[in-house]
């Protein structure tokens, strides 16, 4: 019985040793089951808390793009009539709850979409020629990209894509030339490759990111001016290569076309480039008013869907159009050298 006793003994301890081992391999050294399960608990917290940022790893090697948790809170979507630029399609004002939701840092950049592009061996609308519809003809026939030519043209140019969209770009610029249907391939293609639901912003997250809890024109305030600061937009050098547009602003952002995304202050919410660089495609259908629109933060839909919306601003922009509840409907299939996308993804409700 005493031999028994000491065998059993023995095996105890060499389990109690080799459980050791293994809390303090997974960091939980000297933790009691019930203190391990609240560590997870905090650590699970944590990690789905406001301003928590993370990349998922790629099933091929790497990582996917950084994300930011943002918080969850209401908002006044939409512009007032009186404000200045203001379009029809920005109303009625309608108050919206966003439910808390990661989004990408930055857009998605030219190197991310270039990994993907290769492992998959997928062709955009752009290098497909794919018709689109509702084109007026003063800009001819939609082939390529909506890109930048020479001098001050610009237009559709034959062989023109996000491999080249009239102008040089660096991998960490944000990709371009992108239409509704290519984001939305690259959010599934990002989800298989990580197991994580990646899905378009909806129009409203967009906006609500965007704002990041101002309620002004701009996220900074009212002066169009200051934009410099935050974003590449249609600026003294843009003013200057392009007399036919619309005029910009008279500050120096630094460059004349997209940039290097990150490159300028950051919003309240920890977002980058939400203000120019590039418009970013959303889930919704591009309906001409929020009439019907959610309250809830959700996309809005309609019976008749070909045409998609925009939000954010891009480096062509002028201080009408990158105001924070400005959008744009193009069809499913359009692409410019300034539509990119950025990524989301759910927080779950169990758990925020």
């Known amino acids: 019985m005493r031999l028994q006793n000491r065998a059993l003994t023995l095996v105890i301890t060499s389990n109690f040793m080799v459980a050791m081992l ?5 960091g939980y050294g000297g933790m009691s089951p019930q203190e391990i399960q609240a560590s997870k608990g905090t650590a699970d917290r944590a990690a789905l808390a406001p301003g928590h940022t993370y990349r998922a790893s790629l099933a091929s090697g790497g ?8 918080p969850g809170g209401k908002f006044a979507m939409g512009s007032p009539k009186d404000e200045a630029g203001r379009e029809a399609n920005e109303g009625p004002v309608h108050e919206v709850r966003v439910r808390s939701f990661a989004l990408g840092k930055y857009p998605v950049a030219r190197g991310e979409f270039a990994i993907f592009a290769s492992a998959t061996g997928y062709k955009t609308d752009a290098e497909k020629d794919t018709p689109v519809p509702f084109q007026g003809p003063e800009f001819g026939t939609p082939v390529g990209c909506f890109a930048y030519k020479s001098g001050s043209e610009y237009g559709w140019k034959a062989g023109t894509s996000w491999r080249d969209p009239g102008y040089k770009q660096d991998d960490n610029e944000p990709v371009v030339c992108l239409s509704w249907n290519d984001a939305r391939a690259y959010a599934e293609w990002l989800s298989h490759e990580t197991g994580k639901p990646y899905r378009l912003p909806t129009a409203a ?11 002004t024109p701009y996220p900074w305030g009212s002066a169009a001016e200051d934009v410099c600061q935050y974003g590449n937009v249609r600026d003294v050098t843009a003013n200057a290569r392009f007399p036919q547009w619309k005029t910009g602003v008279t500050c120096n952002d630094g460059a004349l076309f997209t940039s ?3 490159r300028y202050r950051a919003n309240a919410f920890g977002l980058f480039d939400t203000v120019g660089n590039v418009e970013v495609w959303t889930q919704d259908c591009g309906v001409e008013d929020y ?25 062509n922009f002028s201080p009408a159009d990158f105001r924070s509840a400005h959008r744009e409907n193009p069809p499913a299939a359009g692409r410019s050298f300034d539509t990119s996308m ?7 409700p169990n758990r925020q």
């Not at 293994?22 to 997974?26: A, D, E, K, V």
């Not at 990582?63 to 943002?70: A, D, Q």
């Not at 019907?292 to 939000?311: M, V």
């Open 22 to 26: 293994h809390s303090q391999s997974n």
């Open 63 to 70: 990582k996917g793009p950084e994300m930011v948790v943002l």
């Open 205 to 215: 997250e967009m906006e609500y990111a965007i704002r990041a809890g101002s309620s």
């Open 260 to 262: 290097a995304v990150g």
């Open 291 to 315: 009439d019907s629109a959610p309250s809830d933060g959700t996309a809005q839909r309609s019976s008749d869907c070909e045409r998609h919306t925009l939000r954010g601003s891009s480096w």
């Open 342 to 348: 950025r990524v989301a993804e759910d927080v779950p």
